[in-house]
């Protein structure tokens, strides 16, 4: 078994930076690719940005490529989420989760999830 905890979110201002970050324990050398997803009030869990363990390739969702990056720390089995020029948009649940195939994907085809921190973004 992985557990994932997430932590770093808060209340930022629009223009404002937050890093979240994903302490992953347990089982966690099978763990190949991490993930951000968010959750709005009322909206559907979407995929933020994925990072494979190993070989620290990257993917993004459009709305925050070039805002937001992922890194990640072998010696801490820790997940790093930068986010740089937040806007009120991106606030949200954001959750942390893990994978055992090497492939990263947008969907919530994922074995393990974090409970989630909040992030709320003012205007």
């Known amino acids: 078994q992985v557990q994932l905890v997430e932590s770093g979110g808060g209340l930022v201002q629009a223009g404002g930076s937050l890093r979240l970050s994903c302490a992953a324990s347990?089982?966690?050398?099978?763990?190949?690719?991490m993930a951000w997803f968010r959750q709005a009030p009322g909206k559907e869990r979407e995929f933020v940005g994925g990072?494979?363990?190993?070989?620290?390739?990257?993917l993004y969702t459009d709305s925050v490529r070039g805002r937001f990056s992922i890194s990640r720390d072998n010696a801490k089995n820790t997940v790093y989420l930068q986010m740089n020029s937040l806007k009120p948009e991106d606030t949200a649940v954001y959750y942390c989760?893990?994978?055992?195939?090497?492939?990263?994907?947008?969907?919530?085809?994922?074995?393990?999830w974090g409970q989630g921190t909040q992030v709320t973004v003012s205007s």
């Open positions: 990072i494979r363990w190993t070989a620290s390739s990257t």
């Open positions: 989760a893990a994978r055992r195939i090497p492939l990263i994907v947008t969907t919530l085809n994922y074995d393990y």
């Open positions: 347990g089982r966690t050398s099978g763990n190949v690719v």
